[in-house]
T-cell receptor
Framework: KNQVEQSPQSLIILEGKNCTLQCNYTVSPFSNLRWYKQDTGRGPVSLTI?????NTKSNGRYTATLDADTKQSSLHITASQLSDSASYICVVSDRGSTLGRLYFGRGTQLTVWP | EADIYQTPRYLVIGTGKKITLECSQTMGHDKMYWYQQDPGMELHLIHY???????EKGDLSSESTVSRIRTEHFPLTLESARPSHTSQYLC???????????FGSGTQLSVL
């Protein structure tokens, strides 16, 4: 069964600190892996998209890594800000159908305290 | 960045009412989607469309229906709302390649 598992489920850090969120997947075949940020009560916003051949991608203070061999990804947030408080969702796309089916993780709820 | 709009943002209705959730995008995207999301849970695809007059059911069984008469408009209708329909409904669209999804702000539906 294709799955996307994220850890931790929730995380609290102090403003200015770094953190790393994890995503493990069993989706096969694999097309790409995406990280989204979802503020409370809002729709997700894309942070990064990585294909099989990419092992790192940055978007400002957000850096995503991908190890396609071990089927693991991480999202590293540097110098956290209060506005980083949100749910971070890992999404994996397969290439086994014309739909390019997406598999969503349940997200990591990050809270940044002042 | 996202030019995709959902209305209403919040809706509280009684059981048995018919409702339509609106979704419009101004990016000219062919592909549009409806997702359902409960607190702390993953998004579930309930409907999608690859273009005008094309609609398909998603992975999660839903009693809702959709239509795609115009490229920019993808409304979702519940003929008879029930408390089990209480959830957040997210509309999304994607362009050529479908790699990046653009989401609306969602409609939080509560059925009493």
């Amino acid at each position: 069964k294709n799955q996307v598992e994220q850890s931790p489920q929730s995380l609290i850090i102090l403003e200015g600190k770094n953190c790393t969120l994890q995503c493990n997947y069993t989706v096969s075949p694999f097309s790409n892996l995406r990280w989204y940020k979802q503020d409370t009560g809002r729709g997700p916003v894309s942070l990064t998209i990585m294909t099989f051949s990419e092992n790192t991608k940055s978007n400002g203070r957000y850096t995503a890594t991908l190890d396609a061999d071990t089927k693991q990804s991480s999202l590293h947030i540097t110098a956290s800000q209060l506005s980083d408080s949100a749910s971070y969702i890992c999404v994996v796309s397969d290439r086994g159908s014309t739909l390019g089916r997406l598999y969503f993780g349940r997200g990591t709820q990050l809270t940044v305290w002042p | 960045e996202a030019d995709i709009y959902q209305t209403p943002r919040y809706l509280v209705i009684g059981t048995g009412k018919k409702i339509t959730l609106e979704c419009s995008q101004t990016m000219g995207h062919d592909k549009m989607y409806w997702y359902q999301q409960d607190p702390g849970m993953e998004l579930h695809l309930i409907h999608y469309s690859y273009g005008v007059n094309s609609t398909e059911k998603g992975d999660l069984s839903s009693e809702s229906t959709v239509s795609r008469i115009r490229t920019e408009h993808f409304p979702l209708t519940l003929e008879s709302a029930r408390p089990s329909h209480t959830s957040q409904y997210l509309c999304a669209s994607s362009g050529i390649g479908g790699e990046k999804l653009f989401f609306g702000s969602g409609t939080q539906l509560s059925v009493l």
